[in-house]
């Protein structure tokens, strides 16, 4: 039987936004929220809530921004019981860009946070909240969190945040199910007054599996992009986790028409997914950075030389 | 700390051959071959051992036969401690074509076998077994299986059988984690004296984390193949397993560099992966022969019309 509480949020334009300098057109991103909206997705997250003061407009485009105006023109007259979410990266947000909820298209904004950021992360949190949006923290790189600073952290958002939902993320991509189960289980047991959720990265193939596994453990907010899409290895797959989810209120046909008449083209400009050294750096626990350098130089197949680079230099 | 009991197989050549009739030229397999050995994986499968009687030499390559004279040829002069598997087909094998283990460069034959045909699996199996080979049985589309079937099966083979180990073997890549779970557990249940395995297939992307599943209800004995060729969407990429598996014996650097150098150029020529219409017969148990041929034919991305060709047909 199918779990009711379980919420799907699509990330395709925020997180793919990584390798494009959030610059999908407004035809393109209309076309998905419109699937999305056809396929009962619950959430799309369109873009990050960035200050023009830190960024510019003429190096970025509008979903770095995402202007009330610019989500406005991209959801007009489609029919949808999808909510639109923009994240927040910590020290990147101008708070008087967003206005009040009911001014606003959007319906939720999540906070990306490294642990030892949280208390920042709480308090816009907690300042968002007030404006009347459904808000989570996103913990990133939870993989190489020190167990004391996730326990004081967590604690800290069960006891002083308005957040309803806090997101284990696996930015690396290096999480195996056994990890993936005992942080879930740490965080229900911390978070009794709030939801769990997880954003998984593909690297080693597991962001779906991992999924899976956050769900079985009772994570109820779970992260998809359609075909993957997203920095470097990309998220788990939206369609993969529509096929899996029981609810009837989902349907996976209009996702499917999506990808083939905008991912597969689209795949052939931008590249993500499955690529030897996303999957090293995967099993490595480090960022994909080092491996995104390499697949834009003349040495992007030269994947031993890539492992010695990184395993080789010890640190003491 | 790392469990020495796990054996990794690698079946590149084997699965990998079901896409190209097992066509694979000498120099390439033993490419394959001499990487295996420097990364220490246990077992090479290289092929099928059929009956020329049943296939023609005019029309399959020579791993859909495996003489003991072409394995020569390729293993000759490299050092190695990766044992030699071939794959039997029940009802399509020559059991005179198999001369003494002591005769021959294999060290293993694995059998494959539906729960329904394990009768025959059984004869030979222990006719095998009797020439001095290591053996397995392989139950395919066990994602298929009737429970009482499966059981009894399972019951026989503890029994009457001397096969060292009994494979999962997912063939339509359909299991999630909880059925891996359960499949793996009944089998350690009944298998008392024997060791169990995995093999997965990737259709949606579960092909690694089943395996890590499967490892962690102590299943020993797990497939894999280089970038994850196989047929259709593939099976659980070696590269990911080694990265995984903390045995210090296992070296992933020799197959990084089978990879840059031979995969990525064959991928060029070949089809495999995670591909839309095979994620779509995984999540709906199907054999993936149907969209084999859809990946052959015009309609290669209609994805949609797939997916409802077969969904509609009601069969009552």
């Avoid at 509008?62 to 990266?89: H, L, P």
């Avoid at 788990?236 to 991912?263: M, T």
């Avoid at 697949?295 to 030389?305: F, L």
Wanted: include cysteine; charge should be negative.
């Amino acid at each position: 039987m199918f779990r009711e509480k379980i919420k799907v949020l699509d990330c395709t334009i925020r997180d793919g936004g990584l390798i494009n300098n959030h610059d999908f057109d407004h035809r393109f991103v209309r076309e998905v929220y419109k699937a999305l909206s056809a396929a009962g997705v619950d959430y799309m997250e369109i873009g990050y809530k960035n200050s023009k003061k830190l960024f510019s407009e003429k190096e970025f485009g509008a979903w770095k921004f995402c202007d009330d105006e610019a989500i406005k023109k991209v959801i007009d007259g489609i029919e949808s019981n999808t909510k639109i979410s923009v994240m927040v990266d910590v020290g990147r947000v101008d708070i008087d860009d967003v206005k009040p909820r009911k001014e606003s298209p959007v319906g939720m904004i999540r906070v990306a946070s490294y642990v030892k950021d949280i208390d920042k992360a709480i308090y816009l949190i907690n300042h968002f909240a007030e404006k009347g949006y459904e808000t989570t923290v996103n913990i990133m790189a939870i993989s190489r969190a020190l167990d004391n600073e996730l326990n004081e952290a967590l604690h800290q958002l069960e006891e002083e945040s308005k957040a309803g939902v806090v997101y284990i993320v696996d930015s690396f991509g290096a999480l195996y199910q056994e990890s993936t189960e005992f942080l879930i289980k740490k965080a229900k047991s911390i978070l009794k007054t709030k939801e769990v959720g997880i954003h998984a990265h593909n690297n080693q193939q597991l962001a779906f599996g991992n999924t899976i596994e956050a769900i079985i453990h009772d994570a109820n907010y779970v992260d998809g992009t359609v075909y993957g899409l997203g920095r470097a290895a990309g998220n788990c797959p939206l369609e993969l986790l529509i096929g899996f989810l029981k609810n009837p209120k989902f349907d996976i046909r209009p996702i499917l028409d999506l990808i083939s008449q905008e991912f597969i083209p689209l795949r052939k400009k931008l590249e993500w997914g499955y690529i030897i050294p996303y999957a090293i750096t995967g099993m490595l626990d480090e960022h994909p950075k080092a491996a995104m350098e390499l697949r834009s130089s003349s040495r992007k197949e030269s994947y031993r030389e890539f492992y010695d680079s990184l395993t080789a230099s010890g640190l003491d």
